[in-house]
C-alpha cells in the first residue's frame, strides 16, 4: 500500500524559501511518476513539478519556473520540492502525487497535503 507523508509547509515571508519533503512507502521510484500539485482556496488543483519513473523532470509551469526544484531521494524514498523567492500566490495547500499506469490507466495516490502560506 502507498503512502505519502508531506512536510516542510508554514508561513514564510515573500521572497522566502521552504523545501517540502514526501517521504513515501510501498513504492518504488523506479516504477512511479512523482508530483507535487498545490490548491489554493477557490482555485483548481494545480501541478507544479513532476519527475516520470525513468527520473525526468517534467517541464515547470510558467507560474512556478525558475523558482521550484523537484528532487528525489532513492536510498531515503523521499521527493522534495525545493521553493525558492517565494510569493503570496504561491500560498496553498501542497500536495505529493504519485502515479502509476497499469494498462493506460493512471492509478493515483495522495498524500494529505501541507499549508504553505507566503505573507508579511
Known amino acids: 500500500q502507498v503512502q505519502l507523508v508531506e512536510s516542510g509547509g508554514g508561513l514564510v515571508q515573500p521572497g522566502g524559501s521552504l523545501r517540502l519533503s514526501c517521504a513515501a512507502s510501498g513504492l518504488s521510484f523506479s516504477q512511479y511518476g512523482m508530483r507535487w500539485y498545490r490548491q489554493a482556496p477557490g482555485k483548481e488543483r494545480e501541478l507544479v513539478a513532476g519527475?516520470?519513473?525513468?527520473?525526468?523532470?517534467?517541464p515547470y509551469p510558467d507560474s512556478v519556473k525558475g523558482r521550484f526544484t523537484i528532487s528525489e531521494d532513492g536510498a531515503k524514498n523521499t521527493v522534495y520540492l525545493q521553493m525558492n523567492s517565494l510569493k503570496p500566490e504561491d500560498t496553498a495547500v501542497y500536495y505529493c502525487?504519485?502515479?502509476?499506469?497499469?494498462?493506460?490507466?493512471?492509478?493515483?495516490?495522495w498524500g494529505q497535503g501541507t499549508q504553505v502560506t507566503v505573507s508579511s
Open positions: 519527475v516520470t519513473d525513468a527520473g525526468s523532470i517534467t
Open positions: 502525487n504519485a502515479v502509476r499506469f497499469v494498462y493506460g490507466t493512471a492509478i493515483n495516490s
